[in-house]
């Protein structure tokens, strides 16, 4: 079962080109789906009760249904492998996934965030927060970040993204100003370095980081992806395009992009009392 799963890793970094962080989700799935199907002794002899016996155990676990969908996937992906490779008839096909509903991300308002960005924080507190806010990246683009992907003469910073796609995204003038502060106190080609310099920020680092800031300038359970959130929202409530916004996101889809149309439902009633004329 571990020679499979191998396997699996490889065609999924080698032939599928998923991130590495995407693999790692996946791998940590499969080897709780691997553990509960051990007594069959391999994969070929599990069947489709096993599956949904694996996602009934995930639910019991209080996993949320994005997770159990991920853990869905990654075990689907494994059996429509197996059996390209005619290692296993695929068994997965027809598993159903959890139907949860849809949570809007959670944002900060631009007052909130302003009082954690202008608080105290060190240089490279300040410089990660503002960094994050500024351009929406992933915590993962952010602690890869290395000192040649800033351009302050364009203004622009270039993050490797999902599937090792690179885009651009504006600094502006808080961030840069951040990272001009913070860039001459570290000797590491990482903008974010971590112990030692030789390797990026771990992301469990960034988290902290930024939890931690915002705990202590007054706002609890923010982490990296509020910022994001906070970002997008914003944004789109200064009237951003949609497009636009999705560029920056990195999103593949606009519709991904979209969910962060449906926050600021205030907004959407002012137009409405302002513009209908029945309203």
Known sequence: MQGDLADFDDYLSAECGLAANTRSAYARDLARFAARVAPRGAFSRATADDVADFLRAEAARGLCPASRSRALAAVRMLYRFLAAERRAKDIAAAAEGPRGEKRLPRTLSSQALA???????????????EFLYATGARVSEAVNLKEGDVDFDLGVARLLGKGSKERLVPLGEAAAARL??????R???????????ARPMRRETAWRIVERAARTNGQSGVHPHTLRHSFATHLLEGGANLRAVQEMLGHASVATTQVYTHVDSSRMVKMHKAFHPRA
């Open 180 to 185: 001009r502060a913070w860039l001459p106190e």
């Open 187 to 197: 000797k590491a080609p990482y903008v974010f370095p971590g112990k030692g310099g």
């Open 115 to 129: 009082a954690v960005l202008d608080g105290e924080l060190g240089l490279r507190d300040a410089a990660l927060l």
